[in-house]
């Protein structure tokens, strides 16, 4: 038994359905209690998802228990195939169906299905959300996947990304314009936009790109092992590592010097203009999964000029990759999914930057310092209209803006060293383009504005109990109100008539 | 009075049948009822014996990560005290014993069962009464269950709640008990209101405070503010007290019939009544007014949620001139709704429980104006031409009493008028 207040993984079952709802025409039948459908809103609400994620839960209650689980689990089965028409099925149970151990594979067997059925192994009690998408990619890839005539010219699959990872969706997009400059053909892309059908095809490619290793590992190996596929191992985010992904691929398909046009990115000149001086040696602290936290050590480093003062992850999975970049690096590893610990090592270490995710981000809030996001789990401020890669030439350009962006520019920060007493402009007032959050609201000083109207007291006892976001409004509508009416004095039914009065 | 005496003769919708369905569920399980126990209750803690998923849920179903370190947590079962190789009660033990050493400040300790630890038959209560054997005073540990399996989304505020009661002081004077969580605003108001009828002792379950839990014995009184809270109601009338029946205060209408409930039951005079609510009577109902021409005559359709849907779609059909088509709730105490089922004029579907399926074919069927449901249905409704309403905003919202009539209002009024705003 741990103790756990946040979590950055989900449980594997989430990981199962990030594959099945960036596919198309699959849909996952999960055995789960009531209230497991919570996980549909992680995809409409985080990612603005325009469809429900293709889950049927069979939700058990109670009185289901020792009674007819099985039977609707089989129900369910059925009707979803009726209703949804998928070309395959994904079974699986949450945590606690994995409990009352009702076969979910074996259950969908017995119905005879005509379509491909796909059971999950899915230890609730052992991993965590990032297993749980590797390994369904995987049980798909290996149920699916067959023998294919090979394209005649060089092609590739791109494997990994999914629903809710970080940026994944632009990140294809960007990976196919560098594949397009290379000449290099797109075979499928999977997970994210696969259906059943694509996935057969697979094979046809001549080489994998494994783009994020946390969810396509397991399914690149099984196709190299079985179809003889090679695949990359480089994560094309950041300059450097982009060069070498190219390098990689080129000799995969045996190619030499062939280049990406990089007169989109604009990251190398930034860094090297004067003004990105003060970037030289700031401390910054690195967390999130394995592979974002690799490559933003990597252009920390080389392309930032920074200086590391620490980084981890919370995969454990990739604990090894990270503990040995981490020697590299001389700093030390965490490899911790307790967010505590790495509250706690965040404020032993005092970073001028972290660079993390969203629960980096609150642990910066709380300790005061800034923090760009770069890896799940993400908030859905950082699931961005705009096209925000991470990857290749255009993803160096967002992530050198992200990471400066909460960082206080060049003179500016040499003017706060100089007059550290000016009451306004100091070094605790934080960076002079972002909001502040310590003046944002002063609501004692706005409530105590000279007025020529008096507030009584059981009046300005109530206004306090107005959410402070609308409390300034609150107080300027009721003396607009107070003065109108003709009253000098508000009280706590003057103040509610002035509410009635100002409803939209 | 007439008004709603006749009303009553008819009867409204108390005799209309319920449409039950038993499929596919979304809804929240009782353990999302911590969001906001959690503040209300200040110095109690939450620790939910479970998976990673109720971690998971109790994180993604607030929608926002809460800033301060929250006064909740969940003890994730892992492999090995499923197998057996740890004790699982000596593995709570020490982790109850680690997080009272770091949170001195907390008074009162709830273990909350989930779907796991109720299949495991991992015994909470027996857990409770050993561990308050250690710590009390200085901390009482109480359990109940907010696991799916047992408990719907505001079903865990009423399991809480419920578990409270036994605890509660006895006492052999007379008070008044309101019985629900409320925004502390919005409870203030209500209690100034029922103060100026004259009552005395009127206290409030759950207290904001363990030290300020209210008494109960036979003398006592309570009125619900939450149309969800069934066990509670009978731990309640278990110890002697006797609820007054009367419809939620949600709306003008809706609080003046709550409080004359009050008032009727302690005998106050017709001209106290009047002279203590006709001025917030009649701030509410200016400020319905202006709202009411934006809902008039709009369609609306419920999907089970909260509880709340009876009683709100009262309001909304009687107070705004909305007509309602489907009223989905997840679980249905008569006794609890009758009288609001009885205001409601016209005849909805009314619907308990739920196959999400087959609901989201009558909902589309029916094409109503605005959508009431969950954050899993709400965006992919959104984008197939539906404008929706999150339920889950009318729990975290002040709602109750005359001074928010207009704001829940207004939370129908706003998908409208965004739709119309909008020239894209």
Redesign the interface.
């Given at each position: 038994?741990?103790?756990?207040?946040?979590?950055y993984?989900?449980?594997p079952?989430?990981g199962a359905m990030r594959v099945a709802t960036a596919m198309e025409k699959l849909h996952f039948v999960l055995h789960a209690?009531?209230?497991?459908?919570?996980?549909?809103?992680?995809f409409?609400?985080i990612e603005?998802?325009?469809?429900?994620p293709p889950v049927?839960?069979?939700?058990?209650?109670?009185r289901d228990?020792g009674a007819d689980t099985a039977d609707l689990f089989k129900k369910?089965c059925k009707?979803a195939v009726e209703?949804f028409n998928p070309e395959a099925l994904l079974v699986g149970a949450?945590?606690?169906a994995e409990?009352?151990q009702d076969d979910p594979g074996g259950l969908a067997d017995a119905l005879q299905l005509k379509i491909p059925v796909i059971p999950l192994e899915l230890?609730?009690?052992?991993r965590?959300e990032n297993f749980g998408t590797d390994e369904t990619f995987y049980q798909i890839v290996k149920a699916l996947a067959c023998t294919q005539e090979q394209t005649k010219k060089f092609s590739v699959n791109i494997l990994g990304p999914n629903a809710l990872g970080f940026r994944h969706r632009d990140d294809v997009r960007e990976l196919k314009t560098i594949l397009n400059d290379l000449d290099v053909d797109l075979n499928v892309v999977a997970p994210l936009g696969a259906s059943p059908s694509s996935i057969k095809n697979l094979a046809k490619a001549h080489a994998n790109i494994m783009l994020y290793p946390e969810s396509g590992e397991l399914a690149c190996r099984w196709l190299k092992e079985n179809f003889d596929m090679p695949y990359t191992e480089n994560t094309p985010i950041g300059i450097n590592s982009t060069k070498d992904f190219i390098r990689e691929l080129n000799q995969i398909r045996g190619v030499n010097g062939s280049v990406s046009d990089t007169s989109r990115l604009n990251f190398d000149w930034w860094s090297k203009s004067v003004d990105s001086n003060y970037f030289t040696g700031k401390r910054v602290f690195i967390f999130g999964d394995a592979t974002h936290v690799a490559a933003a050590s990597r252009i920390a480093k080389e392309e930032m000029a920074f200086s590391i003062v620490g980084i981890g992850c919370y995969n454990r999975e990739y604990a090894r990759k990270i503990r040995g970049l981490a020697k590299d690096l001389s700093v030390d590893a965490l490899i911790s999914d307790d967010y505590l610990e790495v509250e706690k090592r965040i404020a032993d270490l005092q970073p001028e930057l972290i660079l993390g995710s969203?629960?980096e981000r609150?642990i910066g809030?709380?300790l005061g310092i800034p923090c760009a996001v770069i890896s799940a789990p993400f908030?859905v401020q950082d699931h961005p209209a705009r096209f925000s890669p991470q990857v290749g030439w255009e993803g160096a350009n967002v992530i050198f803006d992200t990471w400066v962006h909460p960082l206080v520019m060049g003179l500016e920060e040499h003017l706060l060293g100089m007059f550290r007493e000016d009451f306004e402009f100091n070094d605790t007032a934080g960076p002079s383009h972002l909001s502040n959050s310590k003046g944002k609201i002063n609501d004692e000083r706005e409530l105590l504005e000279e007025s020529e109207i008096t507030w009584a007291p059981e009046a300005t006892k109530?206004l306090k109990?107005?959410p402070f976001f609308v409390r300034g409004k609150a107080k300027r509508n009721t003396e607009k109100f107070a003065f109108e009416n003709g009253h000098s004095a508000i009280t706590k039914?003057l103040l509610?008539?002035a509410?009635?009065?100002y409803?939209? | 009075m007439n008004e709603h005496s006749q009303i009553k003769k008819m009867g409204g919708c108390s005799d209309l049948p319920i449409l039950k369905e038993r499929g596919q569920r979304e809804v929240f399980c009782g353990l999302t009822g911590i969001i906001w126990l959690h503040r209300k209750i200040q110095d109690a803690f939450f620790l939910v014996v479970g998976s990673r998923t109720c971690a998971h849920l109790l994180q993604s179903a607030a929608g926002v990560m809460i800033f301060a370190e929250p006064r909740f947590g969940t003890a994730i079962l892992e492999e090995k005290d499923l197998a057996g190789m740890a004790d699982a009660h000596e593995e709570l033990d020490r982790e109850v014993a680690n997080l009272l050493e770091r949170r001195p400040d907390i008074k009162q300790l709830f273990l909350v069962g989930s779907c796991p630890s109720e299949v495991i038959k991992l015994d909470l209560s027996n857990a409770a009464e050993r561990l308050s054997k250690v710590y009390f005073p200085q901390v009482r540990v109480l359990n109940f269950s907010g696991s799916g399996i047992e408990t719907t989304f505001t079903q865990g505020e009423d399991a809480c709640l419920a578990s409270l009661v036994p605890s509660l002081e006895e006492t052999d004077e007379e008070n008044l008990v309101l019985v629900g969580s409320l925004p502390d605003i919005v409870e203030d108001q209500l209690v100034d209101l029922i103060a100026e009828l004259g009552i005395k002792k009127i206290t409030v379950l759950p207290g904001r405070k363990t030290a300020t839990m209210p008494a109960i014995g036979k003398k006592s009184k309570f009125i619900l503010v939450q149309p969800f809270l069934t066990d509670t109601t009978e731990a309640l009338e278990k110890k002697g007290a006797s609820r007054i029946n009367a419809p939620f205060p949600f709306g003008e209408e809706g609080t003046t019939l709550w409080l004359r409930s009050i008032k009727d039951s302690y005998g106050v005079s017709e001209d106290k009544f009047e002279l203590v609510t006709s001025a917030p009577r009649k701030r509410a109902q200016v400020g319905l007014k202006k709202l009411k021409a934006s809902l008039q005559g709009k369609t609306i359709f419920f999907f089970p949620d909260s509880q709340l849907e009876i009683p709100l779609a009262r309001f909304l059909s009687r107070e705004c001139g909305m007509k309602l088509i489907e009223v989905g709730s997840p679980y249905i105490n008569r006794s609890l709704v009758d009288k609001d089922l009885e205001l409601i004029d016209e005849m909805p579907v009314i619907s308990e429980g739920q196959d999400v399926d087959l609901q989201l074919d009558r909902c589309r069927e029916s094409n109503p104006d605005i959508t009431v449901c969950g954050l899993g249905l709400a965006n992919p409704l959104e984008a197939e031409g539906l404008t929706t309403k999150w339920a889950i905003e009318l729990v975290f919202t002040p709602i109750h009493g005359y001074e928010q009539a207009q704001d829940l209002a207004e939370l129908f009024v706003r998908p409208l008028k965004r739709k119309e705003a909008l020239l894209i």
């Amino acid at each position: 038994m741990k103790l756990s207040i946040w979590t950055y993984e989900g449980p594997p079952h989430v990981g199962a359905m990030r594959v099945a709802t960036a596919m198309e025409k699959l849909h996952f039948v999960l055995h789960a209690p009531q209230g497991d459908t919570y996980a549909d809103l992680l995809f409409t609400m985080i990612e603005r998802g325009n469809k429900r994620p293709p889950v049927t839960y069979t939700t058990f209650q109670a009185r289901d228990l020792g009674a007819d689980t099985a039977d609707l689990f089989k129900k369910a089965c059925k009707e979803a195939v009726e209703r949804f028409n998928p070309e395959a099925l994904l079974v699986g149970a949450s945590c606690t169906a994995e409990l009352i151990q009702d076969d979910p594979g074996g259950l969908a067997d017995a119905l005879q299905l005509k379509i491909p059925v796909i059971p999950l192994e899915l230890p609730s009690y052992q991993r965590k959300e990032n297993f749980g998408t590797d390994e369904t990619f995987y049980q798909i890839v290996k149920a699916l996947a067959c023998t294919q005539e090979q394209t005649k010219k060089f092609s590739v699959n791109i494997l990994g990304p999914n629903a809710l990872g970080f940026r994944h969706r632009d990140d294809v997009r960007e990976l196919k314009t560098i594949l397009n400059d290379l000449d290099v053909d797109l075979n499928v892309v999977a997970p994210l936009g696969a259906s059943p059908s694509s996935i057969k095809n697979l094979a046809k490619a001549h080489a994998n790109i494994m783009l994020y290793p946390e969810s396509g590992e397991l399914a690149c190996r099984w196709l190299k092992e079985n179809f003889d596929m090679p695949y990359t191992e480089n994560t094309p985010i950041g300059i450097n590592s982009t060069k070498d992904f190219i390098r990689e691929l080129n000799q995969i398909r045996g190619v030499n010097g062939s280049v990406s046009d990089t007169s989109r990115l604009n990251f190398d000149w930034w860094s090297k203009s004067v003004d990105s001086n003060y970037f030289t040696g700031k401390r910054v602290f690195i967390f999130g999964d394995a592979t974002h936290v690799a490559a933003a050590s990597r252009i920390a480093k080389e392309e930032m000029a920074f200086s590391i003062v620490g980084i981890g992850c919370y995969n454990r999975e990739y604990a090894r990759k990270i503990r040995g970049l981490a020697k590299d690096l001389s700093v030390d590893a965490l490899i911790s999914d307790d967010y505590l610990e790495v509250e706690k090592r965040i404020a032993d270490l005092q970073p001028e930057l972290i660079l993390g995710s969203q629960m980096e981000r609150h642990i910066g809030k709380r300790l005061g310092i800034p923090c760009a996001v770069i890896s799940a789990p993400f908030h859905v401020q950082d699931h961005p209209a705009r096209f925000s890669p991470q990857v290749g030439w255009e993803g160096a350009n967002v992530i050198f803006d992200t990471w400066v962006h909460p960082l206080v520019m060049g003179l500016e920060e040499h003017l706060l060293g100089m007059f550290r007493e000016d009451f306004e402009f100091n070094d605790t007032a934080g960076p002079s383009h972002l909001s502040n959050s310590k003046g944002k609201i002063n609501d004692e000083r706005e409530l105590l504005e000279e007025s020529e109207i008096t507030w009584a007291p059981e009046a300005t006892k109530e206004l306090k109990k107005i959410p402070f976001f609308v409390r300034g409004k609150a107080k300027r509508n009721t003396e607009k109100f107070a003065f109108e009416n003709g009253h000098s004095a508000i009280t706590k039914d003057l103040l509610y008539e002035a509410k009635a009065h100002y409803a939209r | 009075m007439n008004e709603h005496s006749q009303i009553k003769k008819m009867g409204g919708c108390s005799d209309l049948p319920i449409l039950k369905e038993r499929g596919q569920r979304e809804v929240f399980c009782g353990l999302t009822g911590i969001i906001w126990l959690h503040r209300k209750i200040q110095d109690a803690f939450f620790l939910v014996v479970g998976s990673r998923t109720c971690a998971h849920l109790l994180q993604s179903a607030a929608g926002v990560m809460i800033f301060a370190e929250p006064r909740f947590g969940t003890a994730i079962l892992e492999e090995k005290d499923l197998a057996g190789m740890a004790d699982a009660h000596e593995e709570l033990d020490r982790e109850v014993a680690n997080l009272l050493e770091r949170r001195p400040d907390i008074k009162q300790l709830f273990l909350v069962g989930s779907c796991p630890s109720e299949v495991i038959k991992l015994d909470l209560s027996n857990a409770a009464e050993r561990l308050s054997k250690v710590y009390f005073p200085q901390v009482r540990v109480l359990n109940f269950s907010g696991s799916g399996i047992e408990t719907t989304f505001t079903q865990g505020e009423d399991a809480c709640l419920a578990s409270l009661v036994p605890s509660l002081e006895e006492t052999d004077e007379e008070n008044l008990v309101l019985v629900g969580s409320l925004p502390d605003i919005v409870e203030d108001q209500l209690v100034d209101l029922i103060a100026e009828l004259g009552i005395k002792k009127i206290t409030v379950l759950p207290g904001r405070k363990t030290a300020t839990m209210p008494a109960i014995g036979k003398k006592s009184k309570f009125i619900l503010v939450q149309p969800f809270l069934t066990d509670t109601t009978e731990a309640l009338e278990k110890k002697g007290a006797s609820r007054i029946n009367a419809p939620f205060p949600f709306g003008e209408e809706g609080t003046t019939l709550w409080l004359r409930s009050i008032k009727d039951s302690y005998g106050v005079s017709e001209d106290k009544f009047e002279l203590v609510t006709s001025a917030p009577r009649k701030r509410a109902q200016v400020g319905l007014k202006k709202l009411k021409a934006s809902l008039q005559g709009k369609t609306i359709f419920f999907f089970p949620d909260s509880q709340l849907e009876i009683p709100l779609a009262r309001f909304l059909s009687r107070e705004c001139g909305m007509k309602l088509i489907e009223v989905g709730s997840p679980y249905i105490n008569r006794s609890l709704v009758d009288k609001d089922l009885e205001l409601i004029d016209e005849m909805p579907v009314i619907s308990e429980g739920q196959d999400v399926d087959l609901q989201l074919d009558r909902c589309r069927e029916s094409n109503p104006d605005i959508t009431v449901c969950g954050l899993g249905l709400a965006n992919p409704l959104e984008a197939e031409g539906l404008t929706t309403k999150w339920a889950i905003e009318l729990v975290f919202t002040p709602i109750h009493g005359y001074e928010q009539a207009q704001d829940l209002a207004e939370l129908f009024v706003r998908p409208l008028k965004r739709k119309e705003a909008l020239l894209i």
